[in-house]
């Protein structure tokens, strides 16, 4: 009977320790003398359930960064923390051992939560509520009397020791949050934290293929306890003032830093080689390893499902900052002036995928344009067409081919942005564009411009197209499953079979 009373114990000393479900009682005690407007700000991000764990520390960061009274209290309380995260694992050590009696336990415990005056009324408290039905109905005994008695008597169950321990885990005084989880800029990085990179072979490529790196490092390290940093400075012109949380998340740290406590690992590299595919590798598999830092084999980590469990904070990172929202939202007013329709958009990419044999190509193009505005429309209602990519030549004359192929004149349209916009086809298509039509699937720019769409999961706003004849390095199974491959067969396009289960391609098919 011991032995089980001991087993839930350190079941509830663990459940404590990983704060399942528990509320935060009351405002932290470091925010006692605060003023009332930093109150607030704290409250509301307590409030505030749409957060991750990850943002409500970069929020807590920002605050104590403004107020450096509030970081010296803010300090104490979290060596006040860990000093009880210590106590804790002491706890722990002392319920395993088995050879302790019940009243050794009951001692050695009391002992150890003396050190922290300031928990032993929540510690106490506990055991009254444990004991309320101790005194045949009668009300419970004051936490002074129960003090008393704890010295004295040592009268007290060892299943009410536990309950009390529990009760003193809920009613923590910090409220609720793991300080020593919280990034403070007054201490520099926590020594707790664990860090995953990818490997980069001589340059870094352009911004979307950082953007990949950066999301699926953040949702792999979501699974393993990790943080992505790079030890490259991958940051583009202007990237603080187009992806400002982005940049805001980068974090740097230099490879001679790091070179003691490196494990480097073979992950992510077999989809780049084509000896696996998205999804063969978990992140689980290299949950177990020790060292501080962790280098993936992998270059670009293009695999959609690393990026499943964090979507919503993959969209806070990538979140259009207030310059481009404007200027997208100009040039959507001057392109489109009063227009409802749906907006159809076809990306190409022509440039530097020209030699690589990469490049969107006129025929498939058109094909691909004139197939889906002939099913959708009859699904959307009216639509607009819009022509993305850099290379306006092929544009014009999409749109003339495009525009003769058809009896009845759609509206198409070739955004014009100015020389200084921060705004371009990516952030314009993401934020503008229903549906979407990818010409050249090599072309992780335009990945980007469908994954930051409303329709990327929601086939009701609209689909995803996308050409499935690849010929780079890349499976196309790092496509979202409810996006349409398409393909150019004796110049007819055709659908994917694979995919007409799929929710979207059930829809598709009835149109």
């Known amino acids: 009977m011991f032995l089980i009373v001991l087993g839930l114990a350190s079941t509830i000393i663990l459940l404590a320790e990983a704060q399942l479900g528990l509320p935060a009682l009351q405002s932290p005690a470091w925010l006692s003398n605060a003023p009332q407007s930093v109150l607030d700000s704290f409250n509301t991000l307590v409030a505030d359930k749409s957060k991750t764990q990850d943002q409500m520390q970069a929020a807590i960061s920002d605050l104590l960064a403004q107020n450096p009274d509030l970081a010296k209290n803010f300090n104490a309380a979290k060596d006040s923390q860990d000093n009880r995260n210590s106590a804790l694992q002491k706890l722990k ?41 101790a005194n045949n109905g009668t009300s419970p005994m004051s936490p002074g009397q129960m003090s008393t008695n704890l010295r004295q008597k040592r009268q007290y169950s060892c299943a009410c020791i536990m309950y009390g321990l529990l009760w003193l885990m809920v009613s923590n005084e910090y ?14 990085n926590n020594v707790t934290e664990r860090f995953i990179t990818s490997r980069i072979d001589v340059w870094c490529g352009g911004r979307s293929n950082m953007m990949w790196r950066m999301a699926s490092l953040t949702g792999i390290g979501h699974v393993i306890g990790r943080k992505p940093y790079f030890t490259e400075n991958c940051t583009f012109k202007n990237d603080h003032l187009i992806l400002p949380e982005y940049v805001r998340r980068l974090r740097h740290i230099k490879a001679q830093e790091t070179m003691n406590e490196t494990k480097n690992v073979e992950f992510g590299y077999c989809m780049e080689n084509k000896t696996c595919k998205c999804g ?55 392109t489109f002036r009063p227009n409802m329709s749906h907006k159809l958009c076809l990306h190409h990419r022509r440039g530097d995928f020209i030699p690589l044999g990469w490049a969107s190509k006129m025929d498939f193009a058109l094909a691909a344009l004139e197939f889906v505005y002939q099913k959708i429309r009859e699904h959307f209602g009216p639509i607009s067409v819009v022509i993305l990519g850099q290379d306006r030549n092929f544009s014009r004359k999409l749109l003339e081919e495009f525009t003769h192929s058809i009896k009845k004149k759609p509206n198409v349209y070739i955004p014009v942005f100015p020389e200084d916009s921060l705004a371009d ?11 979407l039509i990818i010409t050249a699937s090599s072309s992780t720019y335009a990945w980007w411009m469908a994954y930051l769409m409303r329709s990327a999961k929601n086939a009701s706003a609209g689909l995803i197209f996308y050409n499935s004849e690849f010929h780079s390095s890349f499976h196309y199974q790092r496509f979202l499953p409810n996006w349409i491959p398409i393909k150019l067969l004796n110049g007819s396009i055709e659908q994917e079979k694979e995919f007409i289960f799929s929710l979207t391609g059930l829809l598709w098919t009835l149109f």
């Open 280 to 334: 063969d590798e978990n992140p689980t598999m290299i949950a177990a390893i020790d060292e501080k830092y962790v280098v993936l084999s992998g270059n670009y980590l293009q695999c959609y499902q690393w990026l499943e469990p964090v979507r919503e904070e993959i969209l806070q990172i990538y979140n259009w900052s207030e310059y481009v929202r404007k200027e997208v939202s100009i040039l959507s007013q001057n």
């Open 425 to 435: 086809d990516q952030s314009f298509g993401s934020l503008v564009c229903d549906s």
């Open 93 to 133: 050590s002392l319920f395993a051992d088995r050879s302790k009696t019940a009243s050794q336990v009951e001692e050695e415990s009391t002992a150890l939560f003396k050190q922290f005056p300031a928990d032993v009324q929540n510690y106490l408290a506990g055991i009254t509520q444990c004991e309320k039905g």
């Open 175 to 188: 409220g609720g949050s793991n300080l020593s989880t919280i990034s403070n800029n007054s201490r520099g």
